[in-house]
């Protein structure tokens, strides 16, 4: 027997409970994984609380990401005792999960942990360090280096963005962090950031374009937010979008696309190829201060991960927060 957090429906309403579950419920996969470290993104507060009906079959066991060992493997690739890790392909949202001790999963969903990585780093990062890489690397594949001007990071106290902040710091880029929080000042200025903006003054409606002021943003927060980052960003900057945390829409027009040259660049995590994953964190390893690890992480037990869901929507939870599942 072992612990997992199992979501269930009853009368309409998703119910988090930790149950002990046998080695049978799990699905029938070719790669047994003991789970070291899962982590709390955005996203599982999202299926956890069931909004936005994320999960449609239930009993689902949450959690996108996940790192741990090798316990049994039928695959030739995978022997007992190789540690990996796992982000995303709907694992935690279609698929068993990482918030519980053991997961049963495909082993093409499988990164083998890199040199110098270990469970706890890895989570720490997990998939909000993932897309932050993967934005950082679009603003270089858009010819955005640090000489071109200031990066704006928006959402900039949550996981994307607080390591979005960290990585690009670290690589010499002078770094504006948008945050709703002023009790994350100091903590920003730790992480890197060397302006700070009130999400109060960048969420109000813009012009279609107004005077520029980024070579480049990364955005985890979309809407109004969106449209003025948009708006404001230089001839050829590279804007990237991950996140919906201030809604779906972008209520912008072409203008500054057509007549400022701007590239809006999409973030997909989930389904990222494995090549492009691997260089993502191998990025991670050389690119991430060490620093930062103890600095963004808070770590929590599987009980207290539906209260914590709560306060992730909710835009109450700085940094990254680990789930400890032993
Ligand atoms: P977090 O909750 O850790 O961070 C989001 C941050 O956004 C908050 O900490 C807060 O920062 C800010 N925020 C919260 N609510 C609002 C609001 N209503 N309006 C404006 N800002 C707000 O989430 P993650 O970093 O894990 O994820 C960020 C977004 O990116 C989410 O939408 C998530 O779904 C998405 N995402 C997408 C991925 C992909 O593959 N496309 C992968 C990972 C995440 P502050 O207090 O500093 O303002």
């Not at 942990?113 to 998939?127: N, R, S, V, W």
Request: hydrophobic letters at 40%; one cysteine or more; aromatic letters at 6%.
């Amino acid at each position: 027997m072992f612990n997992a957090l199992v979501l269930e429906q009853k009368e309409g309403k998703t119910i988090a409970a930790v149950q002990q579950l046998e080695f049978s419920d799990l699905p029938d996969e070719d790669v047994l994984v003991e789970i070291t470290y899962s982590s709390l993104n955005y996203k599982d507060g999202l299926t956890v609380t069931g909004t936005l009906g994320l999960v449609d079959s239930f009993p689902m066991v949450p959690g996108i990401d996940l790192a741990g060992v090798v316990k049994e493997s039928r695959n030739d690739q995978f022997q007992p005792g190789d540690p990996v890790i796992l982000t995303g392909w709907g694992v935690g949202e279609r698929h068993w999960g990482g918030f519980s001790q053991y997961a049963r999963l495909k082993p093409e969903w499988l990164v083998k942990m890199p040199q110098g990585m270990d469970a706890q780093k890895a989570m720490a990062i997990g998939t909000a360090g993932l897309t932050s890489m993967l934005s950082v690397m679009a603003l270089e594949e858009g010819g955005i280096t640090p000489d071109k001007g200031t990066i704006l990071v928006t959402g900039a106290a949550g996981g994307v963005g607080s390591i979005a902040v960290s990585i690009l710091n670290h690589l010499g880029y002078k770094v504006a962090a948008v945050t709703g929080r002023e009790s994350t000042h100091d903590y920003l200025r730790a992480l890197g950031a060397d302006e700070l903006l009130s999400r109060e003054e960048m969420e109000k409606p813009s012009n279609p374009m107004e005077s520029p002021r980024w070579a480049g943003a990364i955005d985890t927060v979309g809407s109004t937010m969106l449209a003025r980052v948009l708006a404001e960003t230089e001839y050829r900057g590279v804007v990237t979008t991950c996140g919906l945390v201030g809604g779906l829409d972008i209520p912008t027009t072409v203008m500054p696309f057509i007549l400022r040259n701007v590239r809006l660049q999409g973030i997909d995590s989930v389904m990222c190829p494995i090549e492009v994953r691997t260089e993502a964190w191998n990025r991670l390893l050389t690119d991430l201060p060490e620093s930062t690890f103890g600095e963004i992480t808070n770590v929590i037990g599987l009980s207290e991960v539906p209260k914590t869901a709560h306060d992730i929507l909710a835009g109450k939870v700085r940094g990254r927060t680990l789930v400890d599942p032993n």
